[in-house]
């Protein structure tokens, strides 16, 4: 049995390091945490400050000022009233709180995903220098919309706007405000007027050392940024998103092997493809690291989700040999994670296309539907669904869904892929032109992506220019050294593989 906390909204789980806000998981910095055991703990009586010190600082000589700055971070999540400061002596916990047991089984599955260390984030209000009204609509607006934004990236506990705007007309550092909300990033920004058009700045900071990790500048005309507050928002997401993605995996390459945890791993597998490309090495790595994950916390759906899907895309490229148990486990995994987590449009999509990809496209299509239902903005799903669309015979529907998916996410790290493969289904349906256009461009989103130059070669080739071919072909061979023929007609069609045999020597595979 494992005892458990209620107080007013709030419940507390000691054995999962966890504050439940409305039944909601909430973040709260270490110190904090054990901050608040330690008073739960002694409720009954008033605490010395002294007493806290040894207790919750046990392994640290720290001054009175540390458990100021921990009191204040915990009020700002309970509530003034709920710590009462009692002159001269220390600390009593003031809410009538009831101690409960519960089965240590009995944990539901958002506490299990919630009690696996995520990275925290903090958007603040975003500063506005001016004195119109309106631009501060503006602003609050757009912070607002950021954080529902950014709560949809995976792998990141976002700190509540409640929390964060607290701070707002205040004078405190970045670092103060980590040590108050518990985070490990903060996003902030500023809205100002240029002549007759709205400069608006953000930046993404290491909360701990203040240190400026990206920052972006998007500048609109006053009446089109009043319109368009929703599209800016997802403007400044699409560059902050994967700048995001690669300071936590600078953060877990610090950290010892050990502390490794499943989001820490999961990290690594996006960090994987989204630094080194589509490679067969980049994706066997983020497929290692997936494993680790579920290995971690087997009712990690997003892992099982996105593992089904790499181990999916691998047999289709070629990358692992079509073996029937790899395909059952692949098909096992993306089923598993539906029955794990059908509320989230992430895990829907990614196993409904490795579905897909595994020939279960009605299946696959049908759980795609769902994911777009939760998500209408999920890029992922409207490619595969698109792509789905393309196989099973609706040619033009499907090459316009992909490109939904990939207007609406302009900065994803997949628009290689998704590039290359849209451009695959152009040149066979004889549009080589675009075929070519999207070869080009995946190269450069991509440029270890030795698919996108095959692709290139093969539209070069079907308009005549055999010189320019063989060149994309032998630039393909130098980024991948064991491509076969095999393995371009796997991906690109038995008729663009003959094709590339006339062109070059390769091993038939």
């Known amino acids: 049995m494992q005892d458990r906390y209620h107080f007013d909204r709030f419940e507390v789980r000691p054995a999962e390091r966890l504050l439940l806000v409305d039944c909601v998981p909430t973040a709260v910095g270490a110190r904090a945490f054990d901050l608040l055991m330690c008073l739960l703990a002694h409720r009954d009586r008033v605490i010395s400050k002294a007493e806290i010190i040894d207790i919750v600082w046990s392994d640290l000589v720290v001054e009175e000022n540390n458990l100021s700055v921990q009191v204040s971070a915990l009020r700002k999540l309970l509530?003034?009233?709920?710590?009462?400061?009692?002159?001269?002596?220390?600390?009593?916990?003031?809410?009538?709180?009831?101690?409960?047991?519960?089965?240590?089984?009995?944990?539901?599955?958002?506490?299990?995903?919630?009690?696996?260390?995520?990275?925290?984030?903090?958007?603040?209000p975003f500063n506005v220098l001016s004195d119109d009204p309106q631009i501060h609509f503006l602003a609050d607006g757009l912070a607002e919309d950021v954080i529902a934004l950014l709560a949809r990236v995976p792998g990141f506990?976002?700190?509540?706007?409640?929390?964060?705007?607290?701070?707002?007309?205040?004078?405190?550092?970045?670092?103060?405000?980590?040590?108050?909300?518990?985070?490990?990033?903060?996003?902030?920004?500023?809205?100002?007027?240029?002549?007759?058009?709205?400069?608006?700045?953000?930046?993404l900071i290491d909360a701990a050392s203040g240190h400026?990790?990206?920052?972006?500048?998007?500048?609109?005309?006053?009446?089109?940024?009043?319109?368009?507050?929703?599209?800016?928002?997802?403007g400044i997401i699409s560059e902050l998103e994967p700048e995001l993605t690669r300071a936590e995996i600078a953060h877990i390459r610090r950290q010892r092997p050990e502390n490794q945890d499943v989001w820490a791993h999961y990290h690594q597998a996006i960090g994987s493809i989204a630094l080194h490309g589509w490679g067969q090495e980049a994706v066997a790595e983020a497929r290692s690291q997936l494993q680790k994950g579920v290995a971690l916390d087997p009712l990690f759906g997003l892992g099982h989700a996105h593992y089904a899907l790499l181990t999916a895309l691998s047999l289709n490229l070629g990358h692992l040999p079509n073996a029937a148990s790899l395909v059952e486990e692949a098909l096992g995994a993306a089923d598993h994670a539906v029955r794990l987590d059908d509320g989230s449009s992430e895990v829907l999509g990614y196993a409904g296309c490795a579905l897909c990809d595994l020939g279960q496209h009605a299946r696959g299509i049908e759980v795609?539907?769902?994911?777009?239902?939760?998500?209408p903005s999920n890029a992922q799903a409207h490619v595969a669904l698109g792509a789905s669309w393309v196989l099973t015979g609706k040619l033009e529907a499907g090459i316009e869904k992909m490109r939904l998916g990939m207007k609406i996410s302009p900065r994803d790290r997949r628009l290689g892929f998704w590039g290359w493969a849209l451009g695959v289904f152009l040149l066979r349906a004889e549009r080589s032109d675009e075929a070519l256009a999207e070869a080009r461009t995946?190269?450069?989103?991509?440029?270890?992506?030795?698919?996108?130059?095959?692709?290139?070669?093969?539209?070069l080739d079907r308009q005549g220019h055999l010189a320019e071919a063989s060149a994309s072909l032998a630039l393909a061979r130098q980024l991948c050294t064991t491509l076969t023929l095999n393995d371009i007609a796997l991906t690109h069609g038995r008729r663009v593989g003959a094709r590339m045999s006339l062109l070059c020597k390769l091993d038939p595979g």
């Open 79 to 124: 509530g003034s009233h709920a710590i009462s400061t009692i002159p001269g002596r220390g600390y009593r916990f003031s809410l009538d709180v009831k101690q409960v047991s519960a089965p240590a089984e009995g944990e539901t599955q958002l506490s299990r995903k919630a009690a696996v260390a995520q990275p925290t984030i903090a958007v603040l």
């Open 368 to 375: 795609l539907h769902q994911a777009l239902e939760i998500d």
């Open 157 to 203: 506990l976002l700190i509540s706007r409640a929390s964060s705007f607290v701070f707002r007309g205040r004078d405190v550092s970045v670092p103060e405000v980590a040590v108050q909300l518990g985070v490990r990033f903060v996003v902030e920004g500023s809205v100002r007027m240029s002549n007759d058009a709205l400069r608006i700045s953000t930046q």
């Open 212 to 234: 400026v990790l990206w920052s972006g500048r998007f500048d609109r005309r006053r009446t089109e940024a009043l319109d368009l507050q929703e599209d800016i928002a997802r």
């Open 442 to 459: 995946s190269i450069r989103r991509d440029p270890k992506f030795h698919f996108a130059r095959v692709l290139e070669a093969a539209v």
